[in-house]
């Protein structure tokens, strides 16, 4: 007979990997697991894997507040923890929107503009730094039209 980390399937390998999962998802979400194994021994592996599954649809403080929950109520299976799971991220979305939109009682506003400022120029100077920019382009194209017009050896 094979020793227990040589063989291809561990079932408790595969148990202290499932609860390592459940602990990096949060404190609840461990002692959650830890207690349906408890109960269930094996059999309930599935439930355990589907609650460590459900941070990929749900954010990992989410599933965590949700197994905290379930602990409360005293109600230990994975469809309880879906259930919650979804509530919990339904109203994290919802006071997000609330918040955009400004529904949240506070009012949004939104910076007035302003045009005085120790850090904006005058106005002149801005038409000045406009101008010389149009005479260095005008003298530019003029110089650049003269030069290819009497170019050596051009037959113009």
């Known amino acids: 007979m094979l020793p227990q980390d040589e063989r291809v399937f561990n079932p408790s390998r595969e148990t202290r990997y499932i609860l390592r999962q459940a602990s990096e998802i949060g404190e609840h979400a461990a002692r959650l697991c830890e207690l349906l194994f408890a109960i269930e021994g094996r059999v309930g592996q599935r439930k355990l894997w589907g609650i460590v599954a459900l941070v990929r649809r749900y954010p990992a403080h989410c599933v965590n507040a949700a197994c905290?929950?379930?602990?409360?109520?005293?109600?230990?299976?994975?469809?309880?923890?879906?259930?919650?799971?979804?509530?919990?991220?339904?109203?994290?979305?919802?006071?997000?929107?609330?918040?955009?939109?400004?529904?949240?009682?506070?009012?949004?506003?939104?910076?007035?503009?302003?045009?005085?400022?120790?850090?904006?120029?005058?106005?002149?100077?801005?038409?000045?730094?406009?101008?010389?920019?149009?005479?260095?382009?005008?003298?530019?194209?003029?110089?650049?039209?003269?030069?290819?017009?009497?170019?050596?050896?051009?037959?113009?």
């Open 68 to 156: 905290a929950q379930a602990l409360e109520q005293g109600i230990y299976s994975y469809k309880r923890v879906l259930a919650l799971s979804e509530g919990l991220f339904a109203q994290a979305l919802a006071a997000i929107e609330a918040h955009a939109s400004g529904d949240n009682g506070a009012v949004l506003t939104t910076p007035e503009l302003t045009q005085q400022h120790g850090l904006i120029r005058d106005v002149d100077e801005y038409g000045d730094l406009f101008a010389h920019a149009a005479a260095t382009a005008t003298a530019t194209v003029s110089s650049t039209t003269a030069a290819t017009t009497t170019a050596p050896g051009s037959l113009a």
